[in-house]
Antibody
Framework: EVQLVESGGGLVQPGGSLRLSCAASGFTVSSNYMIWVRQAPGKGLEWVSVFYSGGSTYYADSVKGRFTISRDNSRNTLYLQMNSLRAEDTAVYYC?????????????WGKGTTVTVSS | EIVLTQSPGTLSLSPGERATLSCRASQSVSSSYLAWYQQKPGQAPRLLIYGASSRATGIPDRFSGSGSGTDFTLTISRLEPEDFAVYYCQQYGTSPEWTFGQGTKVEIK
């Protein structure tokens, strides 16, 4: 079964750091494009970062310079290192598999992990 | 950056009725890069439509997508109780960027 499971969320003070994990099963992370999407409480969806299968990474302007996306091929896991966290980073963070080529869309989503930035 | 504007914000309908959701882009979007997702409370989004009009695996045929350029539509032909949810359109831009609309909530009237 194709599945994504996020972990690592929690409560952190402003300026702090967290590392989110996204463990995949049923497919290979390194052969796919992978994306992090977040959703602030009561708000819509916002893309955060993407990791292309070839190794390129991209970030939304709102997190550029603070967040780092990476992957561990041996663990088949995607990560999001979040530094210098702000209150506005409070959200549920989802990882998803991004299908690419003739079409671009997110076909498999994890259940999400909640990040709360508060003092 | 392309902005997607969804309308209406909320759609109040009864089971069995037809739902028509709009997604308008601030500039032309490739149909290949336009998708629709459904999200229920406390759940992750679920892919419904990709390429503006192709149904994802397992999606009932009461869901259909259409449109091109700057105007796209998601239609639910006959609402079932499980269809009451929030729907998002999403596009891919070549920066690269992925943009979502603000969502349309379909609620029971």
């Amino acid at each position: 079964e194709v599945q994504l499971v996020e972990s690592g969320g929690g409560l952190v003070q402003p300026g702090g750091s967290l590392r989110l994990s996204c463990a995949a099963s049923g497919f290979t992370v390194s052969s796919n494009y992978m994306i992090w999407v977040r959703q602030a409480p009561g708000k819509g969806l916002e893309w955060v970062s993407v990791f292309y299968s070839g190794g390129s990474t991209y970030y939304a302007d709102s997190v550029k310079g603070r967040f780092t996306i990476s992957r561990d091929n041996s663990r088949n896991t995607l990560y999001l290192q979040m530094n210098s966290l702000r209150a506005e980073d409070t959200a549920v963070y989802y990882c998803a598999r991004l299908r690419w080529g003739a079409y671009y869309y997110m076909d498999v989503w994890g259940k999400g992990t909640t990040v709360t930035v508060s003092s | 950056e392309i902005v997607l504007t969804q309308s209406p914000g909320t759609l109040s309908l009864s089971p069995g009725e037809r739902a028509t959701l709009s997604c308008r882009a601030s500039q032309s979007v490739s149909s290949s890069y336009l998708a629709w997702y459904q999200q229920k409370p406390g759940q992750a989004p679920r892919l419904l439509i990709y390429g503006a009009s192709s149904r994802a695996t397992g999606i009932p045929d009461r869901f259909s997508g259409s449109g091109s350029g700057t105007d796209f539509t998601l239609t639910i032909s006959r609402l079932e109780p499980e269809d009451f949810a929030v729907y998002y359109c999403q596009q891919y831009g070549t920066s690269p960027e992925w943009t979502f609309g603000q969502g349309t909530k379909v609620e029971i009237k």
